[in-house]
Each structure stands twice: as C-alpha cells, then as structure tokens.
C-alpha cells in the first residue's frame, strides 16, 4: 500500500492531519482569517481541510493549496465541489517547496508539514515569500513538553521545548498573535483515530491485498505512540505576524 493511501485511510475519522479538535481549528482559523476575504495558500495541503473549512466559513475566501499526493488533492476537489465552494479553490500538484505565484497571500499556512522544508524555521522562510506586507502565517508543529528518550528523538526528530520554540520564531523575525497547544485529550484523539481507522479497514476489508499491511501497520503506530512519545511529545499551532515589515514589499 502506497504511504499516501493509508495516510488518507488513517485520517479517515480525522480529516486534520494534526492534533487538534474542531474547536480549535475553528479559532485558529478565526484569528487568521479576520476580514473574511483573505486569499489563502496552503502549502502542503494535504485533503485541504483546513482550506475547505475557511471556505465555508466565509464566502468571500479564495484559496490555493499545494501538495504532492494526486490522491490527496483529488480528495479536496471532490469535497470543494459538495460544499459549493469548489470556484473559490485552485490546487496545484507539486512540491510545495519550488511552488511560486504572481500574488502575495494574506494567510498562508503549514501545519504538521514542516518536515517538507526541513524543520519549522525554514518552514517560516518558505511561508514568509508569499505572505502579504500585514498578512498571516499559521504553523503547527512539534515540540517536547517532557525530556524524550533517545528513541523518541531519533523516530519524530529533534525538537525544542516550548519556550525554545518560540525564541527561535521570534528570532525569525515573527511575532505570534495567537497560539494553541494542544491538550492531551486532542493528542490522544488524533492517535486512537489514527491507528482506529486505519486497523478498522483493515479487519472490514480481509480479502484485500493490503489487509495485513494495513494492521501491522495501525499496530506497530500504536505501540511507538504508547511506548515511545505519548509521555513527552506535544504540538503547537502559532498564528504569526513579521516583527518588521519590509516597506519595499
């Protein structure tokens, strides 16, 4: 089974591919989106969750995403075209990291896609060339809310505390405006949906081909996240402004 096939099967229950409830994704948005008539780029958009539920959420949004998966985007264009907002989307099949648009964006996200740029502050550098003079990032990634194991270092990568985070956003040149943590409920939902939709597809559908691969795979998630990080990894979204703007932007 191809990776992206069993990440959408895994994110079947979840459609945001990262640990955070409705609720939360819905202020995030609210903080970044303030007008209601922003242009919004994803980069690496995955199914474009978060971009379908800005969308909806205010008419006048237009939005772009970029992503590798064709499977993934294909699921976004599927989902625009049911909620009536498929005019106000464009998706782009490419790397996000050799994207380039004519236009500036006033919001641009990357949340839990940092490792597409090599960590979050080339992350921020990537997002900083399409935003707006006065625009938004929204970025979500992962930090260590307890001392990890050299295991969990080695298999999610090495990240800071939280307070190390934010001095090395704030030595970027960003300030942020809003920020969200997310809780232990949300981190724990996200891995039981994970690895329960995931083993849950693989036991509906025993015939398949993929069946055991699936389950192993549903399992062997499960028992990293149990044995390996559920104790010290956290994860963080950040809306940020630039510190300083460049008047020749």
Known sequence: MKREQMSMLAHADHPIAAPLDDESVRRLLERAVPRGD???????????????????????????GVDVSETALAHAKEAAARL??????????????????????????????????????PTLAAAGRHVAPGGHILVGDGYWE????????????????????????????????????????????????????????????PAHPDSAQALEAADAHRTEWLNVYRQSWGFVCLVLRRTVEDPDA
């Open 38 to 64: 922003e242009r919004i780029l994803d980069l690496g958009c995955g199914g474009g969750e978060w971009l379908l539920r800005a969308l909806a959420a205010h008419p006048g949004v237009r939005a772009e």
């Open 84 to 121: 009536g907002v498929q005019e106000r989307i464009e998706l782009h099949h490419q790397d996000a990291t050799a994207f380039t648009s004519p236009h500036p964006f006033d919001l641009v996200l990357s949340v839990g896609a940092a490792h597409v740029y090599g960590g979050l502050i």
């Open 146 to 205: 307890h001392k990890p194991s050299p295991e969990a270092v080695e298999m999610l990568g090495d990240f800071g505390d939280l307070p190390a985070v934010m001095d090395l956003v704030r030595a970027a040149g960003w300030t942020p405006v809003h920020g969200h943590a997310s809780s232990r409920s949300e981190l724990d939902a996200y891995e039981w949906a994970w690895t329960g939709s995931l083993a849950a597809w693989a036991l509906d559908h």
